[in-house]
């Protein structure tokens, strides 16, 4: 099942190094190895972790690097058989997106005894640790064609459910399903969300979802919190414009005096994690899930923070499959409800990339998205 794609050399915006300007690149089509299949991008999100990677934030990852993961493309070519989770095929014309994460293993010792498959050593991301010149290239979704390897996971976007609906809600709505799936929120629970970005939103809107009570968030600027209460969010406070104490007070006051049941942090702020020990209730639970970077260490008192407070504290890396499923699933059912395609700020071509950038680190934009 093939078909030849129409241009022989396909333009991509590039990372060459960190912080150096992006710049456009182009790059011959890649060999079709057996279950690949080649996308012709649609759209693809620009996310804190594209400024990161500018910035050389990351380890491990391979410049020059053409970012991008997570995106919608429409088949042009599958070779060979390849099929979808439930068995049906993918064919060309399909429109599709993709699990980011590609080479979990499934026979280590992470995956198999600890099942934990986003902390799989062999795991690699696609516009994050895919590197462009690494393999067949076209790894990442600010490019017109993306090259998917055998055993990418890959998704129809279902009915109803539209490529602005899917590149709105981005890589935080997958991300947040795996935090609130964590939080195992209990009908009424009061929940309070640290960090207004893509993530927070999405976990605000899921805490509702699951049935809190209430659901507060603390953030800024203005025009994200403004999204969060288009959300539902009961109340939300401008991080930059109140201090910890006046914050803790006011959650306080929304939660019977004792703070939040559940706290979610998605700042990215480690100044964050000490104000979300204060903030969650003794015997709560502290999900943390938006220190994607090493931006330092912080001091919390051990004594006060955890065991005495008999603090549930869990971690939260990457996603997986099921993420992006239940995410699909979530999307078809309440998109009509609520609209994630909202998030979406502004569009930049390929040239625009350093722009969009800017725009996202500057948080001009709630979601920035790249159309090739
Ligand atoms: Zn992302
Ligand atoms: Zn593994």
């Known amino acids: 099942m093939s078909s030849q794609p129409s241009s022989a050399t396909v333009r991509a915006a590039v990372l060459p190094a960190p912080n150096v300007p992006p710049e456009v690149r182009s790059y011959p089509l890649p060999a079709m190895e057996e ?42 070519i599958v070779q060979g058989t390849v099929q979808d989770v439930e068995g049906r095929p993918i064919l060309p014309g399909d429109v599709v997106t993709f699990l980011d994460v590609h080479g979990t293993c499934n026979a280590c010792w992470y995956c198999l005894v600890a099942r934990a498959t986003t902390r ?63 939080a195992r929120i209990g009908l009424g629970d009061r929940v309070l969300i640290q960090g207004s970005g893509p993530v927070g939103l ?10 809190a009570g209430w659901v507060g968030m603390i953030g800024a600027p203005e025009l994200r919190l403004k999204a969060a209460r288009r959300f539902g969010a009961d109340w939300t406070t401008d991080v930059t414009a109140t201090t910890a104490d006046e914050r803790k007070q006011a959650v306080r006051d929304a939660t019977g005096g004792r703070g939040a049941d559940i706290v979610i942090e998605a700042s990215g702020n480690p100044l964050a994690v000490p104000e979300g020990c204060e903030l969650v209730r ?91």
């Not at 390897?149 to 009915?159: D, G, K, S, V």
């Not at 955890?306 to 078809?332: P, Q, T």
Request: charged share 20%.
């Open 35 to 76: 279950g690949a299949v080649l996308l012709r991008t649609i759209a693809s999100e620009v996310c804190g972790t594209d400024v990161h990677l500018h910035h050389g934030h990351l380890a491990g990852v391979p410049y020059p690097l053409i970012p991008g993961h997570v995106s919608i493309g429409s088949v042009e």
């Open 202 to 211: 999405s976990a605000c809107v899921l805490a509702l979802l699951s049935g």
């Open 120 to 182: 799989c050593p062999h795991r690699r991301v696609y516009g994050i640790t895919y590197g462009a010149d690494d393999g067949p290239g076209l790894a990442g979704g600010w490019s017109e064609r993306i090259y998917l390897r055998p055993q990418t996971r890959i998704i129809r976007l279902a009915e109803g459910v539209s490529p602005d609906d899917w590149i709105g809600a981005g890589c935080g709505l997958p991300t947040a399903v795996h935090a609130i799936e964590l």
């Open 282 to 372: 003794d015997a709560g639970r502290y999900v943390i899930v938006g220190q994607y970077t090493d931006h330092g260490d912080v001091a919390i008192n051990p004594h006060l923070h955890i065991n005495k407070k008999h603090l549930e504290i869990r971690g939260c890396w990457g996603s997986d499959f099921s993420h992006v499923y239940r995410a699909m699933e979530i999307l078809a059912r309440f998109g009509r409800r609520i609209d994630w395609s909202a998030l979406i700020s502004r569009r930049y071509g390929l040239e625009e990339v350093g722009q969009a950038l800017a725009d996202v680190e500057a948080q001009r934009v709630v979601k920035a998205v790249i159309v090739p």
